[in-house]
Nanobody, 123 residues
Framework: QVQLVESGGGLVQAGGSLRLSCVAS????????MGWFRQAPGKERELVAS???????HYADSVKGRFAISRDNAKNSVWLQMNSLKPEDTAVYYC?????????????????WGQGTRVTVSS
């Protein structure tokens, strides 16, 4: 099993920045992709950004140019730098991990989830 712990959420004004962090523990050797999802009230959970172990990245169209995912495989860590935040970015953000053999840019690949960290962007 893999355990994921996020940190870094909070309240920020529109136009501001936040950096989310996630550390994986447990059977980390099974992890290929790591990613960030978010879920706003009344909406489905969506893939925001993801990265394969080889460094390939995927971003949702709504965050391209504003968010950046980074990863340190040796530290079993992944980060999400969020800039130029908008009120519509308000959501609970989840770190997730996928096993080897799973595509890094597909939601259904992700089997392991953190508890979520709340991001609120005020206008």
């Amino acid at each position: 099993q893999v355990q994921l712990v996020e940190s870094g959420g909070g309240l920020v004004q529109a136009g501001g920045s936040l950096r989310l962090s996630c550390v994986a523990s447990g059977r980390t050797s099974s992890i290929n992709a790591m990613g960030w999802f978010r879920q706003a009230p009344g909406k489905e959970r969506e893939l925001v950004a993801s990265m394969s172990s080889g460094g390939s990245t995927h971003y949702a169209d709504s965050v391209k140019g504003r968010f950046a995912i980074s990863r340190d495989n040796a530290k079993n860590s992944v980060w999400l730098q969020m800039n130029s935040l908008k009120p519509e970015d308000t959501a609970v953000y989840y770190c997730a991990a996928a096993d080897w053999g799973r595509a890094y840019n597909i939601r259904s690949s992700y089997a392991y989830w953190g508890q979520g960290t709340r991001v609120t962007v005020s206008s």
